[in-house]
């Protein structure tokens, strides 16, 4: 047995963990982060990338398929699944070379393999353990299923979609949150019949209903079926197709079926209630700081309960390092990070929903303008249609900014300065937005919030 000492060890290398590294090496840190596979973990190798790869790739196609409507002629000759599996992990591939150069260049030390966390705070990887002043756990999370629905076979998880080598004809998702909703979006552009089964009564169902509504009539539009509100019963699967029943009877059959019901911590055996840190269904109870119960560990990204995010994790690790090197970063809660599902088309948010927002303050302290992207002259140049939804408190702040449109992914940071600098629509209205761009249906919603609409009534 060796044991290697260091500041910081952080045991799991995905946003979270490398994030950490990155920024305690910076400060002077000496780190060892341990991996057991590859370092950039599920956002590089298995979610955030590859998925809006496949997602331009869906773009292009759509397109390529709408050209005539713009003048340019071009015909769709079909989609080369192949072809598209070298240009996602051409992708994944560059960025994870960048990763690993500036892992090396920063002098951290990565460890490949299986990490333990031991009773007295140290982490073993085989023979090796690994001590430091303060350990990080950041081991990220998997694709959970439902009671006897096993992956398998015709049944997937986001990992095996995204491996699959053929483009299927007819498919289920199980599961209308992100992940679903961005895997329906790819294979419907690539030709397939899309269905999705989702247990609550709306897709996207954490967003402000405006943006889920919005997003099932743009899906209906697309042929991407639906069926809401109602649970799933089983799943049978053959040589050739699987079967969904639903517990209101209906039976869906398809080529394959997604399960995208949701992503559970990784934290069982892997010692971490034995050291003494306090789990709550799976995941790592941390303090607003992301410290455990146990002195000197901290815990960051997915394994911590809140909104499982690539930009979550980046934070929490950067803060989690500068709190170790005795800075004091500030504390960002979930309700203002904002949130993209890269469909098409696409859903930003941040802040809070009007029902949550009245909920919380009454319906008369709270008042809400929603700007139709028909109104705005890029949208329509670039032909989507959507919506622009802003929250504000009655003679108050921006709360909530929601959006929904191809590429409104991109406007939602302006929405996040409103919403954490708590602007108040009067401040933001005199500022200018580029004409043509998208980001006009902000201004207009800051303007008629304001009392002064321009393009609207
Ligand atoms: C299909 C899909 C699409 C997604 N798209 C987006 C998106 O567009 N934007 C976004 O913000 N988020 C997206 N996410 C979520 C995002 O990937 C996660 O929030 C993020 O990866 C969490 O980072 P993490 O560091 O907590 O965990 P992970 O990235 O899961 O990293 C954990 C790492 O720890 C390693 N590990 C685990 N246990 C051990 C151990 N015992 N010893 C050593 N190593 C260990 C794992 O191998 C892994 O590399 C997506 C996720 C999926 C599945």
């Not at 956002?43 to 790739?57: D, E, F, M």
């Not at 050209?67 to 699944?81: F, N």
């Not at 049944?155 to 992100?178: C, F, K, M, N, Y």
């Not at 941390?286 to 994790?313: K, S």
Request: hydrophobic share 40%; charged share 20%; aromatic share 6%.
């Amino acid at each position: 047995m060796t044991t290697h000492t260091f500041d910081i060890v952080v045991l799991g290398g995905g946003s979270g963990g490398y994030a950490a590294a990155l920024r305690a090496s910076e400060l002077g840190k000496t780190v060892a982060l341990i991996e057991k596979d590859k370092v950039g973990g599920t956002c590089l190798h298995r979610g955030c990338i590859p998925t809006k790869a496949l997602l331009h790739a869906a773009e292009v196609a759509e397109h390529v398929r709408g050209a005539a409507h713009v003048g340019i002629s071009a015909t769709l000759d079909g989609i080369d699944a192949a072809g598209v599996r070298a240009y996602r992990e051409g992708i994944v591939a560059k960025k994870y070379k960048g990763l690993e150069g500036l892992v090396k260049a920063r002098g951290i030390t990565t460890v490949s393999g299986l990490g333990r966390l031991n009773a007295d705070r140290t982490v073993s990887v085989g023979d090796d353990v690994y001590a430091g002043t303060d350990v990080i756990l950041a081991t990220g999370s998997y694709s959970r299923t439902l009671p006897g629905l096993e992956i398998g076979g015709r049944i997937l998880t986001s990992e095996q979609a995204l491996s699959l080598d053929v483009i299927p004809e007819r498919v289920l998702i199980l599961g209308g949150g992100v992940i679903g909703v961005e895997f329906a979006s790819v294979w419907r552009s690539f030709g397939a019949e899309v269905t999705i089964v989702e247990a609550l009564p709306h897709l996207v169902p954490n967003e402000d209903i405006a943006l889920s509504k919005g997003l099932e009539r743009a899906f209906r539009r697309r042929g991407i079926q639906y069926s809401l509100g109602v649970r799933f019963q089983t799943a049978t699967q053959d040589d050739t197709s699987v079967t969904v029943t639903l517990e209101d009877g209906k039976e869906f059959t398809a080529d394959y079926l997604l399960v995208a019901v949701g992503r559970g911590p990784v934290t069982a055996d892997l010692g971490f209630e034995e050291a003494g840190v306090t789990l709550d269904r799976d995941f790592v109870t941390v303090d607003d700081d992301l410290r455990t119960g146990v002195p000197g560990v901290w815990a960051v990204g997915d394994i911590t309960p809140g909104l499982q995010l690539a930009h979550r994790g980046f934070q929490q690790g950067i803060a989690v390092a500068e709190r170790i090197a005795g800075l004091a970063p500030v504390n960002i809660p979930d309700a203002q990070i904002p949130k993209v599902t890269y469909s098409s088309p696409e859903v930003a948010s941040v802040g809070v929903t009007e029902q949550a927002a009245i909920a919380e303050h009454g319906a008369d302290a709270v008042t809400a303008y929603e700007y139709n992207l028909a109104g705005n002259g890029k949208s329509e140049i670039i032909g989507t249609g959507g919506l622009v939804k802003v929250v504000r408190l009655k003679d108050g702040p921006v709360v909530g900014v929601h959006l929904l449109g191809d590429r409104v992914g991109e406007l939602i940071t302006e929405g996040q300065l409103a919403v954490v600098w708590e602007a108040h629509p009067e401040d933001i209205a005199p500022l200018i937005h580029a004409h043509p761009t998208q980001s006009e249906a902000l201004g207009e919603a800051f303007l008629a919030l304001a009392g002064k609409p321009l393009h609207a009534l």
